[in-house]
């Protein structure tokens, strides 16, 4: 069965820095592409960053262009969100979220391109 857990959430003060973690069962990372939404009170998920293997196209979104970057740890098929200079807009839940390679892509991109999803994790920064 296909599997996603995201961890690593948390309180931190505008300025500091998480990583989120997602990590996999099931499948291996490898094989598809990944995605990083988040959802704030009130409002609709929105992609952050994703990963398209064709290509080796990775998108951000202009709000956290240049702070948030992803990287990967093969052996424990697992996918990190590093996030820097976090600001109180970036206050949401964050979900972990693969697709299978190939296909048809959106920028931003859109939820139903994801098969799989993680159950997400709070990122909360303070003023």
């Known amino acids: 069965e296909v599997q996603l857990q995201a961890s690593g959430g948390g309180l931190v003060q505008a300025g500091g820095s998480l990583r989120l973690s997602c990590a996999a069962s099931g499948f291996t990372f490898d094989d598809y592409d990944i995605g990083w939404f988040r959802q704030a009170p009130g409002k609709e998920r929105e992609g952050v960053l994703c990963?398209?293997?064709?290509?080796?196209?990775?998108w951000y979104a202009d709000s956290v262009k240049g702070r948030f970057s992803i990287s990967s740890d093969n052996a424990k098929n697992t996918v990190y969100l590093q996030m820097n200079s976090l600001k109180p807009e970036d206050t949401a839940v964050y979900y972990c979220a693969v697709r299978g390679a190939g296909g048809t892509y959106y920028y931003p991109p859109r939820e139903y391109e994801y098969n799989f999803w993680g159950q997400g994790t709070q990122v909360t920064v303070s003023s």
């Open positions: 990963i398209r293997r064709s290509g080796g196209i990775t």
